[in-house]
């Protein structure tokens, strides 16, 4: 995947601007071939606009695109291997499904039985035989995303735009709609580069994604990686569901990071990043990795650990989360799987330690 | 869409209401039809029914030409607004500023016909002055006749009298197409013009031909504009009115009168059975394939 001729895209410097607004300022990303990529951010974050930028539906103020190796930056949409799939409204509503499907390969003026095959295998593939002859507005809206990723798949094109393609769809459609996305990605085999502001969604469909905020990449990598391992404060904070701490770094020994965080001092490890004492950093902790623990019990394993007052348990369901307000006033939340018989509860308002290990706090210097 | 509380007169009076407008409206032209039919005139204690004015009309050389003339301006001002309208209410669609374009758009509205046609005629006028001393300046005749009254300055004054009116229609049903599906359109191989003419034409397709029939209706009836700018009086309307003021009502006025309905009432009344004929079908046809699916 990291082999120089695997390269599906690759962009260099890109950044586009609506007059005094930097939409995208000076990314610089790659995505090898055959890989399910998630663009993952907040609201004007710029993905729309990368997205569209690689798919050639925007011109760079700066920058270049290369799409397999071959600078495309002046290219028009319909000379790029790529193909798009839009949010909604991207179905020609005068034209049934068949049709619809087969639109690109008309244009290539393929045989009219090929392209019946060819239609008819795809619909197929994306569960929707037997559908060709109706309408787009007779389908729901799952089928109409459904057709969407049809008429581009058809055209063996293989590198494939996806810019929150199952945003309007309700909750339970479009879980099953990502694990679908997935399936059909391995089975064709094509890049997908997938927009969305869902982290659920994008942990779910992709390998490798990047974060993008306020126009700037600022973090990339695996999916499971970027969960467990971020590097920046920034992806701390936005996937999963952190602690997260500020202070600054007291002490260091070897790899053992010690941080003021005003009225108490915790120990993180470095991670292979150079810090010096009096740096400001960060230190984010996973809810599921942080527990409530009474004051009145010694633990059995060295923790780090913050006093407070257990404010209250929220029942999830499978999880329970702890709230709790440490004495600086900065609220944490301590979530493990939910224990209804067994465990005791916490009274609210009740003195309580929030507590990890040493090695699940993660230390952020940006 | 009544519910059932609401009164069953309110809806009756609707209708009826409705019918006695039209009918005011129009109860003078299928006079003037009616009487067109009557050998004996208008006034006549007599009716007896006759084509032979229709037949006066056809033999008149003057009105003949007249029709011809007429019917080439409003054809060639179809070839040109048409188009225009088209690219604006386009422009209109990704403009920054939609306000702007549809207050120019429908502003030669507000200037009433005669004041639009005289300052018009007085603008081609000196521009044909200054015209024609520029030729003298340089020495050649060319300039002298570009801009004389004519067929040149009457359509002229009809694109800028249609143009709002092409606008609005073809705007209207703009209104389903979204950018997203050209652009989805380019990602599948469409270059620029088969997007517009695969996708977005056939959505609109409607608004153009109506706004096509709509301008020949317009450029046929219109009297005002084309007399003062056409030079001549040589349009059917103009033929029509100059006899009725120098001739008085002759009952081949009635018959031209009465032609020049049928025609518009021809034109509109095609358009509209075609496109109601047309949406019907197409429900028809998408009912019918959605049902087996549905219930399977
Ligand atoms: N045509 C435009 N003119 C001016 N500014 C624009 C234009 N398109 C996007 N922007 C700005 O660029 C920034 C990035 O927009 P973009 O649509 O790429 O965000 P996004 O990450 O896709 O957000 P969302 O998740 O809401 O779709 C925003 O601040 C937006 O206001
Ligand atoms: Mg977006």
Known sequence: MSEKNEIAVEVKGLSKSYGPVQAVKSIDLQIGMGEYFALLGPSGGGKTTLLRLIGGFIRPTEGQVFLHNQEVSHLPPNARPTSMVFQSFALFPHMTVEQNVGYGLRLKKVASDEIKDKVANMLKTVGLDGYGERMPHELSGGQQQRVQLARSFVLETDILLLDEPLAALDANLRRDMCIELKRLQEKIGMTFIHVTHNQEEAMTVADNMAIIADGSLVEMGKSSDLYENPIRRFTADFIGENNIFDGQVSKIEDDVIHVDLGSSSIAVLSRGQKTSVGDKVSISVRSELARAIDTSTSSTEPLETLSGIHRESVYLGLTTSELITLDNGQEVLARQISDRYGGHTIANGTSINVGWRQQDGRLHIS | ?296
């Open chain 2, 1 to 296: 869409m009544n519910d059932d509380y609401s009164s069953k007169w309110g809806y009756r009076l609707k209708w009826l209401y409705t019918l006695l407008v039209v009918t005011t409206l129009m109860l003078p032209v299928f006079f003037v039809m009616y009487i067109s039919f009557n050998e004996n005139g208008f006034g006549a204690r007599d009716y007896d029914f006759t084509f032979e004015w229709y037949g006066l009309i056809f033999s008149d050389l003057l009105m003949m030409e007249a029709i011809t003339s007429t019917l080439n301006l409003s054809a060639i001002t179809v070839i040109f607004v048409v188009p225009m309208g088209l690219i604006t209410a386009k422009l209109y669609k990704i403009t920054q500023y939609p306000l702007a374009v549809i207050s120019l758009m429908l502003s030669p509205l507000f200037v009433p016909s005669d004041i639009l046609g005289a300052a018009l005629l007085v603008f081609f006028k000196n521009l044909n002055g200054a015209f024609t001393l520029f030729g003298e300046w340089v020495g050649v005749s060319w300039f002298d006749t570009w801009f004389d009254l004519g067929y040149f300055s009457a359509i002229v004054g009809l694109i800028i009298y249609t143009l709002p009116y092409v606008f609005v229609v073809i705007l209207i049903t703009m209104g389903r197409y979204r950018k997203e599906q050209t652009e989805a359109a380019r990602s599948c191989g469409a270059t620029a013009w088969q997007a517009f003419w695969h996708v977005e034409f056939p959505q609109i397709k409607t608004g153009v031909f109506s706004s096509c029939a709509f301008t020949l209706i317009l450029c046929f009836n219109e009297y005002t504009r084309t007399s003062l700018l056409k030079g001549g009086f040589d349009t059917f309307t103009t033929v029509l009115v100059s006899q009725m003021l120098n001739e008085g009502m002759s009952e081949q006025s009635y018959a031209m009168s009465s032609l020049v309905s049928y025609i518009a009432i021809a034109i509109i009344g095609s358009v509209i059975i075609f496109t109601l004929v047309r949406s019907e079908r197409l429900e028809r046809i998408a009912r019918a394939k959605a049902e087996p699916l549905m219930a399977s």
